[in-house]
């Protein structure tokens, strides 16, 4: 029987090739899946709310605001984040008294809460506060340039 080394380097780098194809699509598709944990595939209306006041009447307002656009458009079809720095970083707080109705926005409906880790960093370093937030909420470098991005992504900003 005769060993052909040159079709058996081709075939041996064919496999090799589609292995790596494989892998690379499944790596691809792993990061997209997870992404598209945050985003909803069929959404066709994006809000940011902004709360960047203490006013417990103003939290109320924007937990109100995002529970009407999600009961108008579905839950399917909207995306809904709210965005706190400043004073409004206390909506986020573990011990909010709205905590159950933030739980029940984001579970039921997929509204996100994304809170500023410049206001984080500075109650800590000028009134040493170890704030303890929401386990829903997310941290985000600074609470302005997220709300910049996601008006740039084609969300329309509220500002209750």
Do not use: W
């Not at 060993?3 to 997209?32: G, H, I, P, W």
């Not at 997310?138 to 969300?155: C, D, K, P, S």
């Amino acid at each position: 029987m005769y060993f052909d080394q040159e079709n058996f380097m081709r075939n041996q780098y064919l496999q090799t090739f589609a292995l790596f194809v494989c892998l690379s699509a499944l790596v691809s598709f792993s990061a997209k899946s997870g992404a598209q944990e945050e985003e909803k595939a069929f959404a066709e209306h994006r809000f940011v709310l902004q709360l960047s006041d203490s006013d417990p009447e103003k939290q109320s307002l924007v937990l109100s605001v995002a529970s009407n656009v999600m009961k108008h458009y579905g839950p399917d079809l909207v995306e809904v984040e709210i965005v706190a720095f400043g004073p409004g970083l206390q909506l986020l707080y573990k011990n909010n008294p709205n905590s159950d109705r933030i739980d029940g926005l984001v579970s039921s409906s997929g509204v996100r809460l994304t809170a500023c880790g410049n206001t984080i960093s500075t109650l800590k370093r000028t009134q040493g506060l170890d704030v303890e937030l929401n386990t829903h909420a997310r941290v985000f470098a600074t609470g302005a340039v997220r709300i910049e991005q996601l008006v740039n992504q084609g969300y329309l900003l509220i500002r209750p």
